[in-house]
Each structure stands twice: as C-alpha cells, then as structure tokens.
C-alpha cells in the first residue's frame, strides 16, 4: 500500500484488521450470547494494535498482499486479547481498568472472563487453519510457531515466572529472560507470521527480521517500566507505578532510569539497523520502532 507516515499506515491496517475481527468473532446474538458478548467485548474495545500492526508491516517488507496477512495478523491479536483478560484477573494483576474501561471480569464476571480468553485463544488458531489464502504448509508452521511463543515455552512461561518473581530479588539476566518470554515472544510471533506468510524467505532476512523483533520486544518493556516509574500510565488501563504496588523487579530500579532510557534507544538502533537490508519497503517496521521509543503511554 501507499503510506507516508505511521498514521496514514496504522488507519489503514487497523481498518483491515477490524474487519477481520469482527467476522471471526461470534455474533452476541448466538448461544452462548454472555460469552460471545465478552469475547467481543474484549477484542473490539480499542488498543493500539502494535502486534497485528507489525505482522501487517512485515509483510509490507516482503512485497506480500495486506489480504494474505488479515488472518494472521487478527490471530496474534486474538492470543493477545486473552492475555490482557487473564492478566488483568484477581489471581494476576488484579486490574479494574483496561483501555480506559472496566476490565473484562469487571464488566462481566471472572467466570465469564476465564472462558472469553480461554476461548478467544482457540479462535486464533482455527483462524490460522480455516486460512484460505495461505498454503497448508504456511498454515500449519503458523499454527505451530505461535502456539510455542504463547505457551509455557513463551508467553504464559514468562507470565508464570513474573509473578513467581514477585517480593524477590532478579538480577538483569533473569528479568531480560522474563520479558522476553512474557512480552518478546508474542513481537516475535507477529513479525514471523509475515515471514511465514512469505513461504520461502531465505534464513539472512529471516534473521534479520527476527533480530529487529527480539530488539523491539525488548526495548517496549523497558520502555513500559521507564513509564511506570515515571509516573505515566504504561499500558491503556493500567494504574500507574503497578509493577512497584506488586513488588516486581523493573530495569530503572535495577539499572537506574537514565541506563534504562539509554537501552531502550540502543535496542531501537539494533532493531532499525537489521532491516536495512529491505530498504524502502522496510519504512512501515521503522515508523514502528521509532514510535514505541518515544511513546508516552
């Protein structure tokens, strides 16, 4: 597509991504309709889209059709969307807002939230396999790959090792490992949903691409902790100073703010540099990175 700026970019994706959402998700008018209501809910409530928003712009790098890439991108943001649910639940964080409403088990009830996200990450992959513009081959390493970096080995490992890390002393290496499971791996994800969408990308750019992904994912946590100690809210519906309430270790108290900071645009240089290889097609994945660098919320 024609875009010359992030915004332009972003409205246009969105829009796609939108569309493609809605059509998967079940109508409230079905049985269970509470369910579906809070499923809904939950997805269509706003966001910033980043994750969808990079599978779309890794695709742009590649020269693939915006088409090849909805389902892909609304799965990532489906996986995403039942993680925010689960997050936000007594036993985790315990959050009453979520993009400035109340919290899906505070809108509904927690029972009701638990089988929102429990069902919204099943609907990501039967979207991924009811695909009928990706080869089965595609379909079947994106199925595969995403429900690694949403598990035990990735996302829900990094969630599970964040609260056993609550009350305890981390040092860098540990809280690196940590956010690159509970909040890199799911980047990652997205970025390799286009890479996959691809089918045949050489294992140079595939790096690369893979590279700019594990460096952005890092720089938007520690950005996200520089936020928070800053006083700003770190996420839509986050309270502000939530990892300091919950006694969990972030890179200001471990490194002081101004390294923090100073990580945060290091890793944003990484992650430009490794996809200058894909010149001008690559302008999406940098309006990406320098945005979240100097995001303020």
């Keep these: 597509?024609?875009?010359t700026n992030l915004d332009a970019y972003r409205t246009h994706c969105q829009a796609r991504l939108e569309s493609c959402l809605?059509?998967?998700?079940?109508?409230?008018t079905v049985q269970p309709m509470r369910l579906h209501e809070a499923m809904r809910y939950a997805v269509l409530g706003?966001?910033?889209r980043i994750r969808?928003?990079?599978?779309?712009?890794?695709g742009e790098a590649l020269g693939l059709e915006a088409a090849t890439l909805d389902r892909p991108a609304s799965a990532v943001e489906l996986i995403h969307a039942y993680s925010l649910i689960h997050d936000d639940l007594p036993a985790m964080d315990d959050d009453d807002l979520r993009r400035g409403r109340p919290t899906c088990h505070r809108a509904f009830d927690e029972a009701t939230a638990i089988l929102a996200g429990d069902a919204l990450q099943t609907l990501a992959f039967q979207a991924l396999a009811a695909a009928e513009n990706l080869d089965t081959r595609s379909q079947v390493a994106m199925i595969e790959h995403l429900a690694r970096a949403s598990g035990s080995r990735g996302m829900v490992g990094g969630q599970a090792l964040d609260l056993e890390a609550e009350g305890k002393t981390l040092d860098v290496t540990m809280l690196e490992h940590i956010h690159i499971h509970k909040t890199g791996a799911l980047i990652r994800a997205a970025v390799q949903m286009g890479?996959?969408?691809h089918g045949a990308l050489d294992a140079d750019r595939t790096e690369r691409l893979d590279r700019y992904a594990k460096c952005l994912g890092l720089a938007f946590q520690i950005q996200d902790d520089v936020l928070d100690v800053e006083g700003e809210t770190a996420a839509i519906g986050k309270t502000a100073g939530r990892d300091q309430v919950l006694d969990k270790a972030t890179y200001p108290s471990l490194v002081g703010l101004a390294t923090a900071k100073t990580m945060v645009t290091e890793l944003t240089a990484q992650a430009l540099e490794a996809v200058t290889i894909f010149g001008a097609s690559a302008e999406p994945l940098r309006w990406i990175a320098g945005a979240l660098n100097g995001r303020k919320n």
């Design 1 to 3: 597509m024609i875009a």
């Design 46 to 48: 706003g966001g910033k």
């Design 52 to 58: 969808p928003l990079l599978t779309y712009a890794t």
């Design 195 to 197: 890479i996959l969408a």
């Design 22 to 28: 809605d059509e998967l998700l079940p109508r409230v």
